[in-house]
């Protein structure tokens, strides 16, 4: 529509020169003349805003399914995936990629759109006025084509540089910036090296956009010299039949003039948006490679959900080695675990406790042997209903950047308040909580109220007590903390303990000393297994790690 109000000017002005020209030029003709024009004006530029509008949304919606799509096919990704690629990576798909898109959509769509209609039109009307003069305008269109593919090609090499070097920048300013980056940097005094070592990434990024923009910049240049040369050629041969009185000055002059002119825009529109679109196509790449890996812990497709669980976990004949490792992190592990037991994970550092645990959330998946609950392969269960029976209290506990209440009932949240005060008064926070300035709806996480370690502990306790699942999976903190917190914690986890399934990585001695089993494992191998009385009188590696690692613990006990 826009496009065909553009072709109107074309018209009057041929008419308005042959109006002028005549031996007597009618006041009025010129004057109602230019009133159409100036109406064609107006009427087009409002057909332009509502088309512009129409594109936006067009693009925005495209752009908004996108950035759903990718956020949740990310949440469906395993643990593995994340550890895998640097979250930074991540973030650059759903800001930088995502963004690129939208700006060549909404740029592009309208452009292709309106250009290719003009183009249509503007031949049709050639044709009409004066076809030897359309041949030779058209005549001009492959010079500017062939080029256009050339540098379609470039430009997508172009942006896909961009692209990479802005994934870069953004995982290195992650890295970098956040908190604990920060404080790194800072307590190394190496704000020097990060400073020079942005500065490569940021110089390395202003060249490739550079590079990106001028490749741009040179074919645009291109085509501004042919949409000045069009038109004296133009005139060249419409003067030479004009000499010959096969055509009117009105119909030279539109095709030299208005005719080029638009043509060329439309022209020059067309391939524009052809090269935004052939960089955009690099960032689709990225895009979609994203989309297409496949989550590694996609579930059966006859998968059953649970509705009632009982908590009672195995391992059968469970081996799990990670990706490039030489000896696997969990070697044939047997496990039986009854409903309601309470199991300790012991063993040194790198032994595979945290694998273990990780199995038995289906965080990994073995590569050989089962893990079961309740009888039915973890794999074989929805991941819902899994992790709906699961609660997983970590080491360092993360809290959102939001109230606490928010926090706690994140595993239930149409908790009512009385739930959480009850949560809150078994994790032993209810003091706590009643002094904070504003009680369950302090901002925490984050930016908000600091929240001292054992603190964090006792929400990330109280969340999972809200939540109630049938098999809780803890980390210990290692962090040795004051007596009171210590106490505090320990009356917390016995009522965390007492209503299912706990399998805990243990560092306290009241932890291991209540278990119902001990797990002792070494190098991925289970060395041990039994009770705490029994295995000290056994006197082999439970007692040696017993000895050191929880001396502090009767320590602070006897004190
Ligand atoms: P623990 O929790 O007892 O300290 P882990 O289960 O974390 O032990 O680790 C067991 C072994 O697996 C260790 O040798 C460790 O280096 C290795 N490991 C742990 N996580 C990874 C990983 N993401 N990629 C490769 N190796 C890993």
Redesign the pocket.
Known sequence: MQALLQLVPVLVFRALVDELTRRHPHFGGVAGLLGLGLLVLIAGGLVGVAANYLATVISENIVFDLRQQLFGHLLGQSM?YF?RRRSGDILSNLVNDVDGIEVVLTQSLLNFIRSGCLLVGMVALMFALDWRLAVLALLIVPVVVIPLRLASRKMYGTRMLVQEQLTDVTAYLQETLGLSGVMLVKAFARQELERERFARLNSDLRARQVRAAMTARWFGMFLTILQAAGPMLLLLIGGLLLTHGSAGLGTVLAFSTVIVGQLGGSVQGLGSAALATAGSLAIWQRLFDVLDDHPDLSEHDDAVALPEVRGAISFDDVTFS????A?P??DNAKVKIEAGQLVA?V??????????S?LAARFIDPQRGKVMLDGHDLRAITLDSLHRSIGIVFQDPYLFHTTLRDNLRYGRPEAADDDIWEAVRDANLEEFVSALPHGLDTIVGERGHRLSGGEKQRVAIARVLLKDPRVLLLDEATAHLDNVSERLIQAALQRLFAARTSIV?AHRLSTVVSADVILV?D??VIRERGRHEDLLVKNGLYRRLHDSQFAADRAGTAA
């Not at 990670?322 to 490792?325: D, I, N, T």
């Not at 063993?347 to 273990?356: E, H, I, L, N, R």
């Open positions: 593995g550890t990670y990706p490039g490792a000896h992190a969990l994970l063993g040194p550092s790198g032994a595979g406790k945290t694998t273990f990780a990585i494992l190098r991925g």
